[in-house]
Antibody, heavy 120, light 108 residues
Framework: QLVEPGGGLVQPGGSLRLSCAASGFTFSSYALNWVRQAPGKGLEWVSAISASGGSTYYADSVKGRFTISRDNNKNTVYLQMNSLRAEDTAVYYC???????????????WGQGTLVTVSS | EIVMTQSPATLSVSPGERATLSCRASQSVSSNLAWYQQKPGQAPRLLIYGVSTRATGIPARFSGSGSGTEFTLTISSLQSEDFAIYYCQQSNNWPPFTFGQGTKLEIK
């Protein structure tokens, strides 16, 4: 199970940190991803982090503004979002990779999503 | 960046019939292709990965095929719970992982 509190309304240029708490699987064995979905739109991959946390990856649209991290002792993955823009408004999902110790990119468990609204 | 294109945008099919959804990649993605189902207000659900491997708990009526740049998701006999939006996704050349724009499967 993946649970994501932490969304909300933020002004353009502001910051927000999302968290995603995991249970029911060996958290430290799996890569984690963030995927977002703007209202009424399709899915957009945002970021990924390896099982160890040693490797991170970003979409060009968020590179330099967002930072993914994880705490394997707390079974939690984070997404620090800075310099937020209106176009970052979306439901943000955390999602687990299907295969242990690999970033296969197939995402088999998803959180329920949290809405981030960037507006003045 | 690899662009994934799904067709048709909307597919109308009667319950019990077969549905065939297509996905095309702008360049080869080898066998690194997944399919997801999303219902309104819900998170996506992984159906198929590696072109044809069903995810845990996915019924056998869902099957995937294809290679290179052309892929197909087939639902052999539509059930009422299958009407949803379906997305394909490549994970061959990344970052980024890229999704298609989705196919809405609706009741005819």
């Amino acid at each position: 199970q993946l649970v994501e509190p932490g969304g909300g309304l933020v002004q353009p240029g502001g910051s927000l940190r999302l968290s995603c708490a995991a249970s029911g699987f060996t958290f430290s064995s799996y890569a984690l991803n963030w995927v977002r979905q703007a209202p009424g739109k399709g899915l957009e991959w945002v970021s990924a982090i390896s099982a160890s946390g040693g490797s991170t990856y970003y979409a060009d649209s968020v590179k330099g503004r967002f930072t993914i991290s994880r705490d394997n002792n707390k079974n939690t993955v984070y997404l620090q979002m800075n310099s937020l823009r209106a176009e970052d408004t979306a439901v943000y999902y955390c999602a687990k990779d299907v295969r242990q110790y690999q970033l296969l990119g197939a995402l088999d468990y998803w959180g329920q999503g949290t809405l981030v609204t960037v507006s003045s | 960046e690899i662009v994934m294109t799904q067709s048709p945008a909307t597919l109308s099919v009667s319950p019990g019939e077969r549905a065939t959804l297509s996905c095309r990649a702008s360049q080869s993605v080898s066998s690194n292709l997944a399919w997801y189902q999303q219902k309104p207000g819900q998170a996506p659900r992984l159906l198929i990965y590696g072109v044809s491997t069903r995810a845990t708990g996915i019924p056998a009526r869902f099957s995937g095929s294809g290679s290179g740049t052309e892929f197909t998701l087939t639902i052999s006999s539509l059930q009422s719970e299958d009407f949803a939006i379906y997305y394909c996704q490549q994970s061959n050349n990344w970052p980024p992982f890229t999704f298609g724009q989705g196919t809405k499967l609706e009741i005819k």
